[in-house]
């Protein structure tokens, strides 16, 4: 009886390059965030009682909007969050420990606001809230953050939001008086700040772009106290590189486009780089998913999207879903995702025609890997093959069921894999069958035995 491999088993070590999966049993559908016109160029993404909120600038003047997403990737909502925004810049969001939502936006948000009086203002939803509503007492940064482009968010400490806008500013808390600190940053011209809070340490990192002395992506630990900063050879575009911690592991790491090498690559912060595709891309973006695990994103308008998620260890991954980007499509700016719930909520920055540009989103989730062996059993009139099944998620094993269909369509067995990711079945010799792998919050892996 001969295996053929439909999905292939990865057992792929972090410094190697990741092969492709030669097929997919869900084909990934995208869809526009918000009605068209003109939108920011980056949003505020958190995930709280289940919810993933996105929040968007929309139309001019602009009206900062939040989409609520279910756990499949679905709009369950849709609530405004403030109108007759001003100089719409960036957006960040945290959830905080009383269950409350805080977002982050740089411009002014009151009618008649001065220009010299925007900065970093603050909305609260408050836990089991409807309703988003605007902190008055919180308002930082002055005109230089309500002129930046974009601005980090992350959680430092006992829940002490921590903000960063271009410069290397950085501000901690939720106290205006508290002057930003702008020594974070060793040079002129960094944009694009980011932020991440290593789980094991408390450590908040910033990574940012910067054309100074070593131009590309720099990368520093600044809270409690300020670490070494690190250089990345990456691109210069605010797409060419992302940062996230683990979630419940330590280790914040950055994947960033090395145009010279021509290859997607990622470091974690204080250790080792390693190569992950070979490639020039514009795009290169790294989010946290449970249980340590990493999903990684890049692509080009010319070539797609692509993703794939790391085992438990960060030392191998899934096969690399090819994911083709909505049609007549311009130019591919940047990305942003949410993972912590399992799939990938993937959001990628898009020109469409000659005058569309926003955010489009796509509900991934993480692919399955099927492996089957066959050893044959002798004895009677008919010959029996004993079939091996191992299923896995980048080499992790994983619990679920093997259905295992003939030529005519008809169910033959069900084959369930324990918790080391096995599972068998012994069959009749001489029949070509098709095994599909499928466990909840996965992606099907399918092969041919026979």
């Known amino acids: 009886m001969r295996i053929i491999a439909a999905v292939v088993l990865m057992l792929v ?12 049993t869900s084909p990934v559908r995208w869809a526009k965030v918000g009605s068209g016109g003109k939108e920011s160029t980056q949003l505020a993404l958190v995930r709280s009682g289940g919810v993933l909120h996105v929040v968007s600038a929309q139309g001019a003047p602009s009206a900062l909007v939040d989409t609520e997403l279910n756990g499949s990737g679905g709009v369950q909502k849709t609530s405004t969050v403030a109108t007759n925004v001003e100089s719409a810049g960036g957006l960040a969001a945290v959830g905080m420990a009383d269950g409350s939502v805080r977002l982050f936006f ?15 203002n603050s909305f609260v939803k408050a836990a089991g809230s409807d309703t988003w509503a605007l902190d008055p007492a919180a308002l930082w940064g002055g005109a230089v953050a309500g002129a930046a482009a974009e601005i980090g968010g992350a959680l430092f400490g006992n829940d002490q939001p921590v903000t960063a806008w271009s410069g290397g500013f950085v501000h901690v808390g939720m106290r205006p008086s508290a002057a930003p600190d702008p020594s974070y940053q060793p040079d002129c011209c960094g944009i694009a700040p980011q932020l991440a809070t290593d789980a094991a340490t408390g450590a908040v990192v910033m990574s940012w772009l910067s054309n100074g002395r070593d131009s590309g992506t720099y990368v520093k630990q600044v809270l409690p106290s300020q670490g070494p900063t690190v250089s990345l050879p990456s691109g210069l575009t605010e797409g060419s590189s ?26 974690e912060y204080g250790a080792t780089t390693s190569v992950v595709h070979k490639g020039a891309y514009r795009v290169a973006k790294v989010f946290a998913a449970p249980e340590g695990r990493l999903w990684m994103l890049w692509g080009d308008a010319n070539s797609g999207v692509f993703v794939t998620r790391s085992n438990k260890a960060v030392t191998r991954w899934e096969p690399v879903h090819s994911i083709p980007l909505p049609p007549n499509l311009t130019a591919l700016y940047n990305a942003q995702g949410e993972g912590s719930a399992g799939p990938l909520d993937a959001f990628v920055d898009l020109l469409v025609g000659t005058g569309d540009r926003g955010f489009w989103r796509a509900h991934i989730l993480p692919q399955l890997s099927l492996a089957a062996s066959v050893s044959y059993q002798s004895g009677g009139r008919a010959k029996k093959e004993h079939v091996s099944f191992r299923m896995t998620d980048a080499g992790d094993p994983v619990t679920g069921v093997i259905t295992l269909i003939d030529r005519s369509g008809k169910t033959v067995a069900h084959v369930r894999t324990s918790i080391t990711g096995n599972g068998s079945v012994t069959l009749n010799g001489g029949v070509r069958l098709r095994a599909t792998g499928s466990a909840p919050g996965y992606d099907n892996a399918i092969i041919t035995v026979g």
């Open 106 to 120: 740089t411009g002014g948000v009151r009618p008649g606001l001065p220009s010299n009086l925007s900065g970093v």
């Open 242 to 267: 992302g940062i996230a911690a683990r979630i419940g592991a330590p280790g914040t790491f950055v994947a960033f486009t090395d145009p010279n090498k021509q290859q997607v690559e990622l470091y």
């Open 13 to 24: 070590g972090a410094a190697a390059s990741v092969a492709f999966a030669s097929s997919s």
